[in-house]
């Protein structure tokens, strides 16, 4: 029996497949902290674990494009990708924090609406990442994101309007507001990582 | 007579042309939205045709890109021209959005202003989008644009310290600090359309 | 003796050089705005000042990749790297107009240990500015700055918990808060300024 070599390729796709499940394993934090009677120190410790092993792949990822002579694609775009990637789950973990921080008195139900479109935009972008490879079916997934991405920005307008409506104090209004940007900067985040793959298609093509 | 053909490279001029000119609409719907005894639900409607409209005509260029072999320039430049029109129609039909939702008690004249800068930013902006072709006399085009946006800056700073002053409710100030962010935001889009225009320009050259 | 020409390349590492030196007298500028007993007309003037060097330095820079046939790296890259400069220029800019405009009743203490992070980036960034040449001991410089980073995230972080305890009032919270805002928007200014040097480094290694 011979060795089997394991292309350099083959290890970027699987790492942007590994950064990208570090992202459903932060969204579903995500969703633990905003439930009921959340133990929310223990989840905050979680999320910072998680946050940690996702900088760890990106190092990874920076790693070996600085030391491979021929990459898969374009540096800049590993590069981007991977920043990318990294920026929603800063932003996600910024989340959690403000949670554990601002002590809201209570959260409004919509927030977690905002967080299954994050689960559900995290799943999608775990699941296209072996698909770079192949460069196939990449469309219904920047659809199907712009698509979650748009009700998201609906979502958020419509708790905006209602943290506005006078039934909150000032400073519970400020806290859930900031809350709900960075839901929203989440969501956001995701669709930039859909149009950086886009981009990397666009040129590749 | 012979049959002329429209060749692939007009097309784009005209694409960009025609997503430049969907901004002069939507600048002039949000200087009716913010005027006295509007009707704002049928300015709203009106402006989410505009956002839908402007949204085909990114599809469009997309579309066009990836289906041409020779460009007029860089695919990534032109894709990121296309989101950079795109992202200022985002931001302009937000506010109105907000216009609506809120339910601001009443809106300060300086936010006129705003939109007046608004509508001549867009109107320069169409004005440039031919004259990609020829890259010639884009200088004024940018220094004009830069000009708006620092007026917009300085106007940005004196609304916000003016929501500060005490004159108003919280409440009311956290509505007309998102609606003037918005505005600003909208200014911001615009210049970041000239930045793209500057590198295409630059990279061109 | 001879004359000695002064390479074109040389003039760009002098002119980021410089420019970043004006980051370090900006950073100085904040400083002394947010000390105690401050006088703080004439400080937003210096601060004025020095932002319009700042822009002259960019324009000149812009002006010599126009005119230059071999530029040191790419045109593009270029001139990202002189608007990330420039940006952060802009935003400390932005913290000392709103020290002066918003007259917050009092600055808690934190923010200084946000101004001194700025400092500690400016001096980086001017000191790593010339080494782009060579492309030498870029490593440190990116890792100190992402430290830099993560510590004012976290200084953040507790600033905005504290403005939400129900210590102070509404509208002195909204100024804070903004305050706060603008100096972690510099601080990831500079973060920004970083990635462009790593990517320049990734793409001419």
């Not at 439930?35 to 905050?44: C, K, N, S």
């Not at 946050?51 to 030391?67: F, Y």
Request: hydrophobic share 45%; charged share 25%.
């Amino acid at each position: 029996m011979g060795l089997r070599f394991r292309p350099v390729e083959t290890t970027f796709y699987d790492q942007f497949t590994q950064a990208a499940q570090h992202l459903v394993v932060g969204a579903g934090l995500l969703a633990e902290m905003l439930a009921e009677g959340a133990d929310e120190e223990a989840i905050a410790q979680r999320m910072r674990d998680a946050e940690h092993q996702a900088d760890e792949t990106t190092h990874a990822i920076v790693k070996l494009v600085n030391s491979t002579f021929v990459t898969p694609f374009d540096r800049e775009d590993i590069y981007s990708l991977a920043s990318g990637l990294d920026d929603v789950m800063d932003m996600m973990d910024e989340v959690v924090d403000m949670v554990l921080l601002y002590e809201p008195k209570m959260l409004p139900a919509a927030l977690l609406d905002q967080v299954e479109l994050l689960q559900r935009c995290a799943e999608l972008t775990a699941a296209v990442m072996p698909r770079l490879r192949s460069m196939q079916s990449l469309g219904e997934y920047w659809i199907e994101i712009n698509r979650l991405e748009n009700a998201g920005d609906r979502n958020h307008r419509r708790i905006i309007a209602n943290l506005f409506s006078g039934e909150f104090k000032a400073m519970e209004v400020l806290k859930l507001k900031d809350i709900a940007e960075a839901l929203e900067g989440s969501i956001d985040a995701f669709e930039k990582v859909a149009n950086i793959v886009e981009q990397i298609a666009v040129k590749e093509s």
